[in-house]
């Protein structure tokens, strides 16, 4: 007979949605909103229901797999992982643990997921990977300005009087965000979308501002300016609570109002009215992860949060400066789980530019990389080079419930799990701040396991099978360590499905701010030089860098996809799908396309070709295609971005790319 489980959404995403997943006969059959989920109350997305889907598919990799000659051939798990393990205790002989690098991601939330850390570094430390491609850059900047990344809970948007979404796109990623502006919109707030392009969180707002892709840090610049000349910054703030703010006037005083609009492309009477909605408080600010993903993306982040400070709207009620909150993952004791004081040997890598660093590795050289919950021949830029990167090693080892272009490079494949298959809490630190849990319910199909019980076996096997004896019970329990002092435990998780986790809702209203100053700090002292904001620009621009731009004069965004959560979901639609490629309406006019054209986009590092779309209302010169598509439907866009880090070193540079557009037959 069926019946109705909770659950809860692992995807990488920042909704973290409760679930209600009906299950007949060890079969998953339906997958909805759990309407008692105090934060996104019963509305899923399609990635969401595609989660039955996924565990069902028969695509699903049922056995492990070996590549012989060219070919794979199904082994026993006793095989894989006996030579698994017999290559990575000769590699630590005669190279040491480094030599083995632990490519990944974050493709799952569950908390457990970060035992593969545990399992790196009992075998010794291996090298892993730092920075994101994901939201880097924009987390570093506010590290730098307020000492950490913190944003507002969910509910107090409906204070705000104005409501500036900045370079998100709520409406096709953060779902219950966007049912809030709806909710806002109705109170009487004004919304503002600040994107070049026209998407549908566009279409709710009050005013859509377009601008050049990567100038946002100038145009809060020219309202700072603004907010300055007409003497409505907030004094108080800037002298009690801030400090650098004399570098920040320098800064102001260093470009016109003019010279802003023109690189901004966006129109001077728009930049003069935003002064006025900074000041009239309580103002929002919500900062999407497309506008950090630029070589100038820190220093952007960083001016943004500046004009929310200098306008007053730090610490307040319906304020702040939300990209992340780190709050979430700070209430959990991964450190527990990870046990990084037992590796010996450490290495680290750039997340962006691990293909270099692989190519270019000695001392020692790369001889295994083990992927695990990450695509990245899809995911990380410059996907020719990963590709070259990662055949070059002598052992690809890929954990995967699919054969993903990566999974279809490697000698070993071994088959995991979905996120129904196993027991897991799941939480995401850029929304809301509730943890769910997820019961394992169904078994995983054919020979399919999951991560930990891989790790569990591996480390049998390499001799420290002890530290991986504990039942996912104790383990759980130990990352909530120190929320279960403050009386919040597994057994209420588990009975309730969620809990809400102590956070501040209004962060930094006391105005004690993390920096090493205990300040707001426009110019950030322990940085150097470095430590100042700037008037950057994007490294592939006109201003940086004139012969490219000369011969790829248009910018390429590469979005998240509506339908899909990066390369997770492609290979699930019925219709298999197709790569599009949207331009702006002056592309279109001045090259003469229209719509189902087959066309190339190219630079000098790759190529894709698809079939054109026009974005109505798209900034001039601007191109998207979205991410995450498999070789087999056209592949990824990845072949043309940047494996650049951003100026904090921790960020991609994915949107800061610039191409050229032809038609093709
Ligand atoms: N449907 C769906 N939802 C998802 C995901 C998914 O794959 N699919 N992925 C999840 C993950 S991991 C993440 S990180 C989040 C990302 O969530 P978002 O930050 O909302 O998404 P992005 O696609 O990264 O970029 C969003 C917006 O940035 C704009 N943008 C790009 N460059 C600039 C710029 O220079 N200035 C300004 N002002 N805007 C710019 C784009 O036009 C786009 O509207 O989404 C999560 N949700
Ligand atoms: N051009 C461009 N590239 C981008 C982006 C962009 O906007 N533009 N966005 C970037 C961002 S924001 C992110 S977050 C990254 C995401 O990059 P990834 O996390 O690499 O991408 P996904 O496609 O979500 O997932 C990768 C794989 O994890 C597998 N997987 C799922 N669950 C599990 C599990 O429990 N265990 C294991 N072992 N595997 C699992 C999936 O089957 C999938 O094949 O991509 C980045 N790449
Ligand atoms: S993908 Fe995001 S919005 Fe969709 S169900 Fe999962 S957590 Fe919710
Ligand atoms: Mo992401």
């Known amino acids: ?7 809860a959404c692992p995807l990488n995403c920042w909704d973290s949605c409760g679930l209600l997943v009906t299950v007949d006969n060890n079969k998953v059959v339906k997958v909805e909103g759990d309407p008692s989920h105090p934060i996104t109350k019963g509305k899923i997305c399609g990635r969401g229901r595609m989660l039955e889907t996924r565990t069902n598919s028969p695509e699903r990799i049922l056995y492990p797999l070996k590549k012989v000659n060219g070919e794979f051939k199904q082994i026993s798990w006793e095989q894989a992982l006996d030579e ?15 030599a083995v ?24 430390g291996v090298t892993e990977l730092y920075g994101s491609l994901c939201w880097g850059a924009g987390i570093e900047a506010q590290k730098w300005d307020f000492g950490d990344a913190y944003g507002h809970e ?50 709710i707002a009050d005013e859509y501002i377009s601008i050049k892709p990567g100038m946002d840090g100038l145009l809060a610049v020219g309202i700072i300016k603004e907010i300055l000349r007409l003497g409505m910054e907030d004094r108080n703030f800037i002298l009690h609570h801030s400090q650098g703010f004399e570098d920040l006037e320098n800064l102001v005083d260093g470009i016109s109002l003019e010279e802003i609009s023109e690189m901004t ?12 909605i900074y000041a009239d408080k309580p103002t929002s600010t919500f900062m999407g992860l497309g506008l950090q993903r630029y070589k100038n993306g820190g220093n952007t982040i960083r001016l943004i949060d500046a004009l ?45 530019r691990q293909a270099e660093e692989v190519l270019a590795a000695v001392d020692p050289i790369i001889e295994m990389i083990i992927v695990t919950c990450g695509n990245p021949l899809t995911q990380v830029p410059d996907s020719t080079l990963v590709e070259k990167a990662f055949s070059s090693v002598s052992t690809l080892v890929v954990i995967d419930q699919f054969m993903t272009d990566t999974a279809a490079l490697a000698d070993y494949v071994l088959p995991t799990g979905t996120s129904f298959e196993e027991e897991d809490i799941y939480y995401s630190s850029m929304y809301h701040h509730y943890v769910n849990y997820g019961p394992k319910f169904v078994s995983a199909p054919g020979e399919a396991k999951s991560d930990l019980w891989i790790w569990t076996q591996l480390a049998q096997r390499l001799g420290f099978g002890d530290v991986f004896n504990s039942s996912r019970e104790q383990l759980l329990n130990l990352s909530l360590q120190s929320l279960a002092e403050k009386g919040k435990t597994l057994v209420e998780l588990k009975e309730r499905g969620t809990l809400e986790l102590p ?16 300040k707001y700090e426009f110019t950030t002292m322990d940085k150097g030089e470095e430590g100042k904001l700037t008037l950057a620009v994007p490294e592939e621009s006109k201003w940086n860098n004139p012969e490219l731009a000369e011969n790829y004069p248009y910018s390429l965004l590469t979005i998240h996809p509506l339908r899909s959560n990066h390369s997770q979901n492609y290979h699930l639609y019925s219709k298999a799908p197709q790569l599009k490629i949207e331009v702006s309406e002056d592309i279109a006019a001045s090259k003469n396309l229209k719509t189902g054209d087959y066309v190339r986009v190219w630079n000098d590092r790759g190529e894709v070709k698809g ?12 191109i998207n295609i979205d991410e995450g598509i498999w070789k087999k439907f056209g592949g990824s866009v990845n072949a043309l971005t940047s494996s650049r880090e951003s100026d904090n070193g921790l960020g991609s540079t994915l949107y800061d790319c610039l191409v050229n557009i032809e038609k093709i037959n």
């Not at 492309?265 to 006025?276: C, D, K, L």
């Open 84 to 98: 698994i393990s017999h290559k990575m205790m000769e590699i630590k002989e005669q190279h040491g643990s480094t």
């Open 154 to 203: 969910p509910e107090d948007v409906l204070e705000s009087k104005n409501i500036i979404i900045w370079g998100r796109n709520v409406a096709r990623t953060n779902m219950h965000f966007y049912e809030k502006l709806l909710e806002a919109k109705k109170n009487g707030a004004k919304i503002y979308v600040i994107d070049p392009m026209f998407n549908a969180t566009a279409k």
């Open 1 to 7: 007979m069926a019946e109705v489980i909770k659950s």
């Open 308 to 352: 929310v400070a200098v306008s007053g709207n730090i610490g307040i009620s319906g304020g702040g400066a939300n990209y992340a909150n780190l709050q979430v993952g700070q209430s959990f004791d991964v450190a527990n789980l990870t046990m990084s004081d037992r590796r010996s040997s450490h290495r680290q890598f750039s997340i962006m």
């Open 611 to 622: 079939q054109l779309s026009i974005l109505p209302k798209a900034h001039p010169n601007t």
């Open 503 to 518: 956070v501040k809702y209004v962060p930094w209203h006391d105005f004690k701010f993390k920096t090493a100053s205990g």
């Open 265 to 276: 492309e966006v129109p001077i009477e728009i930049i003069r009215s935003f002064a006025n």
């Open 101 to 124: 690098l632990h490519s990944h991601d974050y493709s799952n939330n569950g908390i457990l997921k970060n035992l593969d850390q545990r399992f790196f570094n009992m075998y010794g």
